[in-house]
């Protein structure tokens, strides 16, 4: 059972589900590449296969760190707007929480890079009046999330 499912009050529905953008995995391809190289260097120079065998196996070892970083952080963050609030949680084992009502909310802010608006992620920040500021990072459809909870 999920922390959204475990944390909805009787009468409370779910608008929209968020989650963090896909990119978290582009270490993991980062290190693909270094393991490609390491394979091509192995197959095309046989003098220097003990460092080609070397850069494939950090390559590959990379990658599933990385890899499985990416994943965890994608699976263990959960963002819902309801029609009471704003949900979000991030984290395994040390678990960060976030919950703003819907009525403490003053404004929603999306700032977005170059690369935020053509892959489609940015960082929402909802502004509560009185109790400061929450950037929620690295978010897939922030444009969305944000109008999810501006139009109640």
């Known amino acids: 059972m999920s922390y959204l499912d475990r944390v909805l009050q009787p009468d409370e529905t779910v ?60 699976w263990s963050t959960e963002i819902a707007v309801t029609n009471r609030r704003v ?13 703003m009502n819907m009525d ?15 892959f489609n992620y940015g960082t929402v920040t909802v502004r509560g009046v009185g109790s400061g500021s929450e950037p929620l990072k690295r978010i897939s459809s922030p444009l969305e999330l944000r109008n999810r909870v501006l139009v109640r």
Request: glycine share 10%; hydrophobic share 55%; net charge positive.
């Open 87 to 99: 949900i979000f949680k991030e984290g395994l084992i040390a678990r960060r929480t976030f919950e």
């Open 15 to 74: 608008l929209h589900r968020g989650n963090i953008h896909w990119l978290v995995y582009w270490p993991a391809a980062v290190f693909l590449l270094i393991a490609l190289a390491g394979l091509y260097g192995y197959l095309m120079y046989p003098e220097q296969q003990t460092v080609a065998i070397a850069v494939t196996l950090v390559g590959a070892v990379g990658l599933v760190i990385a890899w499985l970083v990416g994943f965890l952080k994608r």
């Open 104 to 118: 403490k909310i003053e404004s929603v802010d999306v700032d977005q890079s170059v690369a935020g608006r053509i």
